[in-house]
């Protein structure tokens, strides 16, 4: 028997991605597409936004140790008989490393890939245990 329910995609490294990108009815705002990662205490994100005006079209905000970028697209074709239509609002957020220096974030547009670069100049901290201890009551 063949199963017509999606399961969306979980992993530990962002528990709620799956929310964003399967629940298309929670928002009117699509998901954007992107990878990232981190090399040489450098924050790298690659979004997908083929057909934008990265001038008009292409927002990139950070704030209170979060990246978002979103995109606004409305465009119009009309020829012989028809027309056609694309429009919506697309948006991600994703949080930035410890350490970001915010001031000196950069975005280029090439090739309908967006890349944004955040310099991380702080080293993060390894993990620490920390021992609890046992009130006596």
């Not at 140790?65 to 119009?76: C, D, K, N, V």
């Not at 955040?118 to 009551?137: D, F, L, N, R, Y």
Request: glycine share 6%; with cysteine; aromatic share 8%.
């Amino acid at each position: 028997m063949t199963s017509l329910i999606h399961r969306p995609k979980f992993t530990f490294a962002d528990p709620f991605e799956w929310l964003e990108q399967s629940w298309p009815f929670a928002t009117t705002e699509h998901a954007i597409r992107i990878e990232e990662s981190m090399k040489d205490d450098v924050y790298h994100v690659r979004a997908e936004l083929p057909g934008f005006d990265p001038d008009k079209d292409i927002h990139v905000t950070a704030d209170n140790g979060m990246l978002t970028i979103s995109a606004q697209r409305e465009s119009r074709e009309t020829g012989e008989g028809h027309s056609e239509f694309r429009y919506g609002s697309f948006t991600r957020t994703r949080t930035l490393p410890v350490g970001a220096d915010t001031g000196k974030i950069s975005a280029t547009y090439t090739d309908g890939i967006l890349e944004v670069t955040v310099p991380c100049p702080a080293k993060q901290q390894a993990s620490t245990e920390v021992p609890i201890k046992v009130a006596k009551g």
